[in-house]
């Protein structure tokens, strides 16, 4: 169960807001906060959005460019989507509660 979206925003974290631009930094700790901690996030470029992806690699050429990769759901079946920093708009990421993981 999803309980809030969220992403980095001036360089703090906080609600998202999938209608604004993020700058370079912002998408780079948003990508490390949800790789970090396992969280799925949601992908708005210029062709398109991509839901629940799953990071599974987070790269940088020898100029510093970002590119990472990950995984999502399409018609039932596992997709694996490489994205350039250049064609991201926004990220978001989903932070889920599961309850049976839950600790009370």
Known sequence: ?????????????????????????????????????????????????????????IKYNDRGNLFFSGNYYYNNSRVKKSFSWREIVYIDINVEKEPEKSIY
């Open 1 to 57: 169960m999803i309980i809030a979206q969220i992403s980095f925003c001036g360089g703090r974290l906080g609600e998202s807001d999938n209608r604004a631009e993020m700058d370079m930094e912002d998408v780079k700790k948003t990508l490390a906060y949800a790789f970090l901690y396992d969280f799925t996030v949601n992908v708005y470029t210029d062709n398109g959005e991509y839901k629940f992806l799953s990071i599974s690699a």
